[in-house]
């Protein structure tokens, strides 16, 4: 009922850029929380950066001053921004989003991944 597609990763040097997008589509009522995960070989999924309905953001401490997260509520559309990176910034990134259908039913929806590789 629900789709995300993530696009705009690849292979980066250090210092370079990259900006992430995920789409949802099907039977999308509303969309609350929208967040961006990203998971390295051998570590656990951790958080990068969230934002609200509001617009409200959250960043891990690590990406903070280098990463800006922001949506497209018209668009259905997240948006990652990544500037400075480093290759400890290295992993595979997941867009998850919290939406309401046209049921009515709120459940969190993820995207099926997408790498990103910072090397020289």
């Known amino acids: 009922q629900v789709q995300l597609v993530e696009s705009g990763g690849g292979l980066v040097q250090p210092g370079g850029s990259l900006r992430l997008s995920c789409v949802a589509s099907?039977?999308?009522?509303?969309?609350?929380?929208m967040g961006w995960y990203r998971q390295a070989p051998g570590k656990q999924r951790e958080l990068v950066a969230t934002?609200?309905?509001?617009?409200?953001?959250n960043y891990r401490n690590s990406v903070k001053g280098r990463f800006s997260i922001s949506r497209d509520n018209n668009r259905n559309t997240v948006y990652l921004q990544m500037n400075s990176l480093k290759p400890e910034d290295t992993a595979v990134y997941y867009c998850?989003?919290?939406?309401?259908?046209?049921?009515?039913?709120?459940?969190?929806?993820w995207g099926q991944g997408i790498q990103v590789t910072v090397s020289s």
């Open positions: 998850s989003l919290t939406i309401r259908i046209t049921t009515g039913k709120i459940s969190d929806y």
């Open positions: 099907g039977s999308i009522a509303s969309i609350y929380n």
């Open positions: 934002i609200t309905s509001g617009g409200n953001t």
